[in-house]
């Protein structure tokens, strides 16, 4: 029986602008998934990027476990938040927080109602 090995999956933090951070994937692409990160407002301190990547983590391991591929536009439920990928360029997909599920546009996962999603669900996933 030949197993495929799977590529590590790393993750990256980019300096933006204004102090503004992007944190995303780096490996994805090797399985045929578009990389996928999220942005970090610059008022967000360093442990918010460790909440992104405990985000972009749990997409990660939904690709590499199922072989599924999350394309542009496609939603994924987090707990209990809502995200919507976004084509960044084409070759990053940008996860937006959806605060209300019938509203067409995204809302950046900084917000504070993100915040207070994320502080909720932590002790449910440990």
Avoid: C
Avoid at 1 to 8: K, L, N, S
Avoid at 30 to 45: C, M, N, P, Y
Avoid at 75 to 93: I, K
């Amino acid at each position: 029986m030949v197993t495929a090995e799977i590529p590590q999956i790393r993750f990256a933090t980019d300096a933006l602008p204004g102090g503004d951070r992007f944190v995303r994937t780096v490996g994805l692409a090797k399985l045929g998934q578009t990389e996928i990160g999220a942005l970090v407002q610059a008022k967000r301190g360093p442990r918010w990027d460790h909440r992104v990547i405990d985000v972009l983590q749990f997409l990660v391991n939904y690709v590499v476990g199922s072989g599924a591929r999350i394309l542009p536009e496609e939603t994924v439920e987090y707990g209990w938040t809502l995200l919507r990928l976004r084509e960044r360029t084409m070759a990053l997909l940008e996860a937006y927080e959806i605060e209300d599920v019938f509203s067409e546009e995204p809302q950046p996962p900084s917000r504070k109602a993100s915040i207070e999603r994320f502080d909720l669900r932590k002790p449910l996933m440990t």
